[in-house]
């Protein structure tokens, strides 16, 4: 018998255009900022993550990736949702059919998201024969104010206003009271939860607490982020001659730089648990790399001695058991290469990916991704 996964996964439910990206990226960053312990898992295969709630609006529908619903697809979400490490809040989608609400076999309970009753009762219903407890039974308007209530069941009720995509995180005393709920349920600390994966680490390398080294790098910031001008002191902070498994959020470029200047053997995967970075090879001089395994890439030159490396995926879901040994193209030892280009996130693609580029380059000039420059 499968043993049973204890650690909470909570569904946002709703039709489309009711704002659910933007309340589980808000929910996310209010428990972030509480330090509670959790990863935001997108069920649906939009292309959207945090990045388009913080980019311009006409570059994210530029750049935006949506895949299709499959049976593939169906069972790789289940799986990972079955296997989860840390408590997870899963964007579910406006439109789930039969198949697609297997997924709803794999939580624990669901916040619902919808513009009137009516529809609001359909949802209730698909929940309830799933057996899944409502956390919060939410109306979604554009403009108004925001206020929940809980009932004597123990179940938010109330209006959610103003969830329009691009403006970033909302802020209110009612989503507060939603953040509350679901700290309550995700139990877990993040402290708690770290000693619990980094005890879990691989014994050949030396674990990094990337969360630790934020945290005492910006101690009055309630959401730190590592910025470019820290590079140095990450640096001198993590081992030059040892393998090391990074533990903690990351930067695109960060992935990139210790790809490239550190011997990064394993990262810890909010999705996955602990991976090893795959090892990708050069293609011989003259050829060109077949798209495989989920990936293409375009060289563009951008100077006498530098060249942009843009990295698209031709799958939404990348397999990381099939990617390791990828071929990526033949870039010179002269060169600065920057990877992804100045303007495209890394949205949608794994840090191990970027861990994995800069890993293949370090024998160039350079490697710089984002704003952060390696050489």
């Excluded at 949802?123 to 308007?141: C, F, K, M, N, T």
């Excluded at 210790?258 to 001089?285: E, H, I, K, S, Y």
Aim: include cysteine.
């Amino acid at each position: 018998m499968d043993a049973i996964n204890l650690l909470p996964a909570i569904l946002i439910g709703g039709p489309p255009h009711s704002g659910k990206s933007v309340l589980a990226y808000s929910l996310s960053q209010a428990l972030r900022a509480r330090k509670v312990a959790h990863y935001l898992l997108r069920a649906a295969p939009d292309g959207e993550g945090d990045w388009s709630q913080e980019m311009d609006p006409h570059l994210v529908h530029a750049i935006r990736f949506k895949g299709e619903w499959s049976t593939q697809w169906v069972n790789i979400v289940c799986r990972d949702l079955a296997a989860r490490v840390m408590p997870l809040l899963v964007d579910i989608g406006g439109r789930p059919t039969a198949d697609q609400m297997t997924i709803f076999d794999q939580c624990t309970g669901a916040i619902l998201l919808t513009p009137n009753d009516e529809v609001a009762a359909r949802w209730r219903e698909r929940v309830a024969s799933h057996g899944l407890p409502i956390i919060a039974d939410l109306r979604s308007v554009l403009e108004g104010e925001s206020a929940l209530q809980m009932t004597e069941g123990g179940e938010l009720r109330g209006t959610l206003s103003g969830l329009q995509r691009g403006q970033g995180t909302i802020r209110s005393s009612a989503l507060d009271a939603l953040v509350e709920r679901l700290a309550s349920i995700f139990a877990f600390s993040e402290a708690e939860l770290a000693r619990i994966h980094t005890a879990a680490a691989p014994a050949d390398a030396r674990v990094v607490r990337f969360d630790d080294m934020l945290r005492r790098m910006y101690p009055n910031d309630g959401l730190p982020r590592f910025r470019p001008e820290d590079l140095d002191a990450i640096l001198a902070d993590v081992p030059a001659h040892e393998p090391i498994a990074a533990y903690g959020r990351m930067p695109v470029w960060l992935a990139t730089v210790l790809g490239a200047r550190r011997n990064l053997r394993w990262q810890f995967d909010a999705r996955l648990g602990w991976v090893r970075t795959p090892r990708f090879t050069m293609c011989p001089p003259g050829t060109k790399p077949a798209a495989n395994a989920g990936l293409s890439f375009r060289l563009t030159r951008t100077g006498h001695n530098q060249v942009h490396l843009d990295v698209a995926k031709t799958e939404y879901y990348l397999d990381y058991s099939a990617i390791d040994g990828l071929r990526v193209p033949h870039i010179s030892a002269e060169m600065q290469v920057t990877v992804n280009g100045p303007e495209t996130p890394g949205g949608g693609l794994p840090l191990w990916v970027f861990a994995a580029l800069g890993h293949a380059y370090r024998g160039c000039a350079g490697v710089q991704a984002r704003q952060a420059k390696v050489g």
